[in-house]
């Protein structure tokens, strides 16, 4: 055994000898490489990966499920300011299944399981009614803790005590809650109205009114009433949302077109709009002729009346009913000759009849100013006069046509142009932050993947080296073998010691060549 580890330490020793400097620093090179890559494959197969086995925990549930891991030899870490318990990923759902046959975590709070425990002879009425209140308790609080967002909930109840007085007035029980909401999480109203409902549901005899909710930082959470009419502060927000949703629309097209030609970190655009909420509803019954010019109708139908009358006059005291209105009418006795003629035409004519019911929108743009801030160019204190009236002329094409028609008719070109402002001057306020390349992988598998692609060429340069130096040897053998032929023993003539030392050489380059050839190279060099 000792004798192969010597051979086995000389041959390599010779092989390093032979080696160059080079070749030396890439094998060294290699070998490092090697290591390093199975300390790194290494690394990352035997690393835990740690996911949260419980979070959203009491101190006191923490401790107990530590307190079971540690003496069960399971590794685990705390997280979350001692909210959350993490152990290794492939033993979570063991682990879950396993605590929950055991009871953990145990909350510390009474359930109603707990009766069934308690339940004796020898319970009072007024034990029994402190467990029921915790009960009711622990159970309105799970419940709402399964709310998004909600991590704890705290809930006090009182409940009023019964009278043995028929004639006693009946009063409400009262209930306080204080919540533990997520970081940055805030209930919509529509959840705050489900906890009031689920409250005063839970709790016999109580009134919505008699509830108060606030989270841990002490904000409460009132109840509106939905089928109450919207109040005033509720319509004040509708309409400055409203307002905010135009001034913003305009802004973000203005700061669009205008960056688009200065530059988009160069302009700084404002708007203030005055808003028309006012809603009107009218009725119209208009009535117009057809021929607006002559301002005459459509005849419908048309009567003429044409009357003639002659003769010599009446009898003596006239006809009765007639006197002197009517002309040419004879109405005194004793005339002479008459003669009268009555003309009537009788025209219907039909007009233009216009019922109208008119709805008017509200949300009209009844005023609208516009402050545009803009940074001249690179050399420049102020922007050139004909880029300033440019944009002096867009603002003012976008006043009049933003205006509604009502109000637009009004403005003129020096009420327009009160309207807009603006300015040409260095921002000086402006921060500008450094913008920090993405990296999607990290450095370090470059360079793993790097030295893996060194080592894999390595080892193939490696690997045809040496096939060619095998393919060498072998064409050399096959050479050596094709000249070699047999020399024929001497005859055993002479049985002297030059004679013996003689066969014993020739025997050595048959069976030893190399040996044979380091015993001529020493002989050669003692020469």
């Known amino acids: 055994m000792n004798e192969k580890l010597t051979m086995y330490k000389e041959r390599i020793t010779e092989y390093w000898s032979g080696q160059t400097s080079k070749q030396k620093a890439i094998l060294l090179g290699t070998v490092i490489s090697v290591i390093a890559l199975l300390l790194l494959l290494l690394f990352f197969t035997t690393r835990s990966n740690y996911v949260a086995l419980y979070s959203n925990l009491t101190l006191q549930e923490t401790g107990q499920i530590k307190e079971t891991l540690d003496a069960r030899g399971i590794a ?15 033993l979570v759902d063991s682990l879950k299944v396993e605590l929950a046959a055991e009871g953990l975590p145990r909350s510390g709070s009474i359930d109603y399981s707990f009766f069934q425990e308690q339940m004796g002879f020898g319970m009072t009425d007024s034990e029994f009614s402190v467990m029921e209140r915790a009960a009711m308790q622990t159970e309105l609080g799970s419940l709402i803790r399964n709310i ?10 009182t409940l009023p005590e ?12 009262t209930a306080a809650i204080v919540l533990d909401l997520a970081p940055g999480y805030q209930l919509e109203p529509s959840q705050v109205q489900a906890l009031y409902h689920l409250v005063s549901k839970s709790v016999p005899n109580l009134p919505i009114e008699n509830i108060v909710i606030s989270d841990q930082m002490f904000n409460d959470y009132g109840y509106e009433n939905a089928n109450l009419s919207q109040s005033t ?39 203030s709009t005055d808003i028309d909420f006012t809603q009107e509803n009218r009725t119209e019954a208009l009535v117009e002729p057809v021929d607006p010019e002559n301002i005459e109708g459509i005849a419908v139908s048309i009567e003429r009346i044409a009357e003639t009358y002659s003769g010599e006059g009446t009898v003596e005291g006239g006809v009765n009913g007639v006197g002197d209105e009517i002309p040419n009418f004879p109405g005194a006795a004793g005339q002479g000759p008459t003669e009268w003629e009555r003309t009537e035409d009788r025209i219907n004519n039909e007009v233009n009849r216009i019922n109208r019911d008119i709805v008017e929108s509200p949300y009209k743009i009844r005023d609208l100013g516009i402050q545009v801030m803009v940074e001249p160019p690179d050399g420049l204190d102020v922007l050139p006069q004909e880029r300033m009236d440019d944009i002096q002329q867009i603002l003012g094409t976008i006043v009049r046509t933003s205006i509604s028609g009502v109000y637009a008719e009004e403005l003129t070109q020096e009420a327009i142009n009160e309207k807009i402002f603006v300015s040409s001057q260095p921002f000086e306020g402006k921060v500008e932050f450094e913008q920090q390349p993405i990296q999607a992988i990290p450095i370090w598998m470059y360079v793993v993947g790097g030295i893996l692609v060194v080592v894999i060429l390595l080892l193939l340069f490696l690997l045809f ?61 003692e020469d």
């Open 76 to 90: 685990s870490t705390i997280s979350d300011n001692g909210t959350t318990i993490m152990v290794p990923e492939p």
């Open 148 to 157: 998004n967002g909600v991590n704890h909930a705290n809930v006090m109840i």
């Open 465 to 525: 080296k040496k096939r060619k130096t095998e393919r060498e040897d072998e064409d050399m053998f096959t050479e050596e073998d094709a000249m070699r032929y047999e020399v024929p023993d001497l005859p055993n003539e002479d049985q002297s010691i030059s004679a013996t030392k003689r066969k014993q050489l020739e025997k050595m380059a048959k069976e030893k060549p190399e040996e044979f050839s380091k015993l001529l190279r020493t002989w050669l060099s």
């Open 233 to 271: 502060l509720s319509v004040y927000e509708q309409q400055r949302s409203i307002q905010r949703d135009i001034e913003r629309d305009l802004t973000r097209n203005l700061q669009q077109m205008l960056g688009t030609v200065v530059g988009r970190d160069k302009v700084l655009v404002s708007v």
């Open 162 to 173: 019964e009278s043995v007085w028929l004639n006693s007035t009946n009063q409400s029980s």
